[in-house]
């Protein structure tokens, strides 16, 4: 293999080395499989430091053009699966959802997902459970647990310092400005939003939710009393139009959002959008709940959160490493507005005093050794593969008169159905888990219960090839289901 740098060109050697590996890749000079030379050879060989080439290789496995095997070094991927050409025709008819009381019970469908684990052959399209974490995080675990002294004992209310500290340096990246100060380690991203919800709520309040929204929140809220507003999404997220209004005639007392990488959607909203949502909630004085779970999973570059645009103290940020890192360990954070700070901390020694040693140190530890950039890296580009793959197979075995979303990264999208599916969905999941998939539909998001006919289908937990098959299966149910609806 031979490379060739100009090193009187303004283009850094990184990007050089990367985009004469990326040209041999894709002529097939480097074939499938095929490993590539160490850090510290190539970096000799080139005569650049070995900081050059680490960056050109991580480069190259965020474009899931190779991979990194632990203690083996880096290896030529197989070729990637293009995207399709077919864009986006998601654009739902819907009104607002006012509900007072909900039926969700959220429970049921995570229990099915983490049964369907235990059982060989059976395709999970339904929800995203994180693939097994990382090889190095178990070393980690053993090396942390050696500091009994430390991991045994109570420790902060608000999360360890250090801890706080990385995860400061980590928003920042993702444009948002925090001190460790305004940080606050909870048991996942899921008591997070809890903590969140009941500082700024009481039994009987109005909460404005996109319809469709993330099921537990919507029993969440029903557990603490409270009134549903369901604001119908587009491609361009929830409509502000609506809002507005319902902002005006109702009062809530809160906004709950997801704008990057929506649950079930899969959407990201826009920078202008943004912008006026947080004008709207200023205007009428309401607060915003912005929980971005999945954000570290864009495949390109988002908009800054919410949070990052807010100046009025308006916005609590809600992110996780349990979609990225490791689930079990549930080791979430807020990013809360200094005059909230005092409340929510009280509210969170009231609930479990604080989250345990244990999994905030392994976290810790793993961001301290520079490993999760390049795991993350990792992780979106089989994301990526694994998302081009669905998409192909929508075209493939879906009905003509489906249509669904494109995500730009995180587990899900989500395909919207025509209306004579209505009352056939649930019959469609069933005959789908005797076929061997789990999908899960849409009802399971509104507010009502109810909806538009629609599917989330996850593309995290299954590898491409059984992607294929799982969709095919389903989509041979819809058809023979249009069929017979056809010809009755």
């Known amino acids: 293999m031979r490379i060739l740098l100009d090193r009187d060109s303004s283009q850094p050697m990184y990007l050089q080395i990367q985009d004469r590996l990326q040209a041999l890749i894709q002529s097939g000079s480097l074939l499938p499989g095929e490993r590539l030379p160490s850090i510290r050879t190539l970096a000799k060989t080139l005569q650049v430091n070995k900081l050059t080439v680490i960056e050109a290789y991580d480069r190259l496995l965020a474009q899931g053009l190779i991979h990194a095997r632990q203690g083996s070094g880096y ?50 399209l339904s929800c995203a459970l994180p693939q097994n974490p990382p090889n190095d995080l178990a070393r980690i675990v053993r090396r942390v647990s050696n500091d009994s002294d430390s991991i045994f004992s109570y420790d902060a209310i608000e999360g360890q310092s250090r801890l706080r500290h990385q995860i400061a340096n980590l928003v920042l990246q993702l444009g948002l400005e925090a001190s460790a100060d305004e940080i606050l380690i909870v048991n996942g991203a899921m008591q997070g939003l809890s903590l969140a919800m009941r500082h700024h709520l009481q039994p009987g309040d109005w909460v404005v939710v996109e319809s469709p929204t993330f099921f537990s929140t919507q029993a969440l809220l029903e557990q603490l009393g409270c009134r549903l507003i369901g604001i119908p999404m587009d491609r361009e997220g929830m409509n502000l139009d609506l809002l507005e209004r319902y902002l005006q005639s109702h009062r809530p007392k809160l906004i709950y959002t997801i704008s990057s990488l929506h649950n079930p959607t899969g959407l990201t909203t826009h920078i202008s959008h943004r912008q006026q949502l947080l004008h709207l909630a200023a205007q009428y004085h309401c607060p915003i709940l912005e929980d971005n779970a999945y954000e570290a999973l864009h495949f390109g570059s988002a908009p800054p959160p919410l949070k990052a645009l807010d100046s009025e103290g308006l916005v609590t940020y809600v992110g996780t490493f349990s979609k990225t890192l490791s689930p079990g360990l549930r080791v979430g954070y807020l990013v809360v507005p200094p005059s909230q700070y005092p409340a929510l901390l009280e509210q969170r020694y ?70 004579h599916y209505r009352f056939q969905m649930q019959k469609l999941a069933q005959q789908a888990r005797a076929a061997d998939v789990l999908v899960l539909e849409g009802s399971a998001f509104f507010p009502d219960g109810v909806g538009y006919p629609a599917l989330r289908l996850s593309f995290a937990n299954v590898v491409p090839e059984m992607i294929e098959v799982g969709v095919a299966r389903v989509g041979s149910l819809l058809k023979t289901r249009h069929e017979s609806v056809q010809f009755t």
């Open 75 to 124: 290896f030529v991927d197989p070729v990637g699966i293009p995207a399709p050409s077919k864009p986006s025709g998601f654009e739902p008819a819907q009104d607002v959802v006012l509900c007072e009381t909900q039926s969700n019970r959220p429970f049921a469908i995570y229990a099915r997902s983490i049964q369907a684990k235990q059982q060989p052959g059976v395709i999970d």
């Open 350 to 419: 009231l609930t479990d005093i604080h989250t345990a040693s244990l999994p905030q140190a392994v976290v810790s530890e793993y961001l301290a050794h520079g490993h999760y950039r390049r795991h993350l890296q990792q992780v979106r580009a089989q994301l990526l593969q694994n998302r081009n793959q669905m998409l192909c197979a929508l075209e493939t075995h879906f009905p003509e008169e489906a249509r669904w979303t494109i995500p730009e990264g995180g587990m899900y999208l989500w395909v919207q159905l025509p209306e």
